[in-house]
């Protein structure tokens, strides 16, 4: 009987103790944890909002000129580079006729601003050094301005309508 009760009582004390211990860790008054906060950004460039270009019955003897404004934004860059190209294997800026005949070809500039002067660009050539103006597009801050110069439309009416279809590519730096 001894033995019943010796296990017993050691049965008990070791549920009492077992029990005594969950209920020191259940009766904490207070806890704590801590957290690493980190604020990153992701680089990124983007354009956007620009629009076809349709520049209708040019006058006799004149340059037939088109613009567009547009937007560039980036994060993580100070500055871009823009590159204009015709889309396809030969990046010179030309124009196809509708009949088949011979293209024609036009002029690029590009302004990193709405208004003011435009800057010549070379087909498929970087312009680089454009300054980074906004981090999202909500506003048109860059332009793009077509020149077809008269002695590559004179006398060509009867070709048209002329398309082409102008890459723009914008790079961070």
């Known amino acids: 009987m001894k033995t019943k009760c010796s296990k017993m009582f050691l049965s008990i004390a070791t549920a009492c103790l077992a029990m005594g211990a969950a209920n020191a860790a259940l009766s904490q008054a207070t806890d704590s944890e801590t957290s ?35 937007c560039v934004a980036a994060s993580g860059f100070g500055s871009f ?29 590009y302004a990193n601003s709405t208004g003011g002067p435009a800057q010549q660009v ?16 909500f506003n048109d801050n860059a332009r ?19 398309t082409g279809t102008l890459l723009i590519t914008v790079e961070g730096q």
């Open 36 to 70: 690493m906060i980190t604020l990153t950004f992701s680089n990124f460039i983007i354009i956007e909002n620009v629009d076809p270009v349709t520049i209708a019955d040019p006058a006799p003897g004149t340059d037939a000129m088109g613009s567009d404004t547009f």
């Open 81 to 109: 580079s823009i590159t204009f190209a015709n889309v396809g294997s030969d990046p010179t800026f030309l124009l196809q006729s509708s009949n088949g005949t011979g293209p024609i070809s036009y002029n690029v500039a």
């Open 122 to 137: 070379m087909a498929g050539i970087p312009l680089p050094g454009q300054g980074i103006q906004a981090s999202n597009c």
């Open 144 to 162: 793009f301005d077509i020149d077809i110069p008269f002695s590559e439309w004179d006398m060509r009416q009867q070709d048209g309508p002329f």
